[in-house]
């Protein structure tokens, strides 16, 4: 092996195999989102109101059981980007919806 197959770990203060480094960091930059049941939720899928939502600014209400399609995840763990007819940026918290 050659002194290039390895590298610092600076956060164990270990030298890791440049492969398995890449591989943990990769992981720690994955943020979990899950819905108000526990299921994983990921880009594109469908959620289901499961509570009367009142949206600020657009004075409308999107009522429990309404269907939003093809959600993105944000940074945040507790939030998720969603498209609705009539509300643009709405952005909704993770525990107020169920995945489809």
Known sequence: MSD???VFDEESGEWLPAADLAAKR?????IEVRDSVGNL???GDQVTLIKDLDVKGAGQTLKRGTLIRS????GDPQEIDC???GIKGLV?????VRKR
């Open 4 to 6: 290039d197959d390895y």
């Open 83 to 85: 498209k609705f007819d």
């Open 92 to 96: 909704l918290r993770a525990e107020f």
């Open 71 to 74: 959600i993105r995840l944000t």
């Open 26 to 30: 990769a992981a720690a930059d994955r």
């Open 41 to 43: 939720l990921a880009d």
